[in-house]
């Protein structure tokens, strides 16, 4: 089997589908998108917009496009789309969040929880696969 050759395929095969569910779960309760890959950039910009806020160091479009790997203008341009549907807001004159009331939303907090639940299954699956 070609997948025999990959290094580590089997720890390879837990961490991808584990980025795909999170990707998934993601476009699902914040864009309420079945198919993420049509929000992917704007999931990718929720998640470092949200990496920052949760450190205290909310992120610049700067500093965003440089984190998610994505063009300056493009992040501005999706910034600008996600501030009219809700979804970021900006703080101070260059920052950039979540609102609290998306986070904190029900279904986000069901999500998360689910999340972890496959996050400690993915865990228990690599360490088995270590000894």
């Known amino acids: ?6 290094r580590f395929a089997k720890h390879h095969l837990h961490i991808a589908k584990l980025a795909l569910t999170i ?3 993601a476009s699902l309760v914040y864009f309420n998108e079945q198919n993420f890959g049509s929000c992917a950039p704007e999931v990718l910009m929720c998640i470092g917009i949200f ?3 949760l450190e205290g160091r909310p992120m610049s ?18 910034l600008t789309e996600l501030m009219s549907r809700g979804l970021v807001e900006r703080y101070g004159r260059s920052a ?3 609102p609290l009331q998306e986070v904190n939303r029900h279904d986000v907090f069901s999500a998360v929880t689910m999340l972890v639940r496959e996050i400690q299954t993915a865990s228990t699956e690599l360490s088995k696969l270590d000894k």
Do not use: E, H, N
């Not at 089997?1 to 990959?6: D, E, F, G, I, L």
């Not at 700067?62 to 999706?78: C, N, S």
């Open 51 to 53: 990496i920052g806020q």
């Open 61 to 78: 479009a700067m500093k965003l496009a440089q984190y998610i790997g994505m063009p300056r203008a493009t992040v501005i341009r999706k």
């Open 96 to 98: 950039y969040l979540l």
């Open 23 to 25: 990707m998934r779960t």
């Open 1 to 6: 089997m070609p997948y025999r050759s990959v």
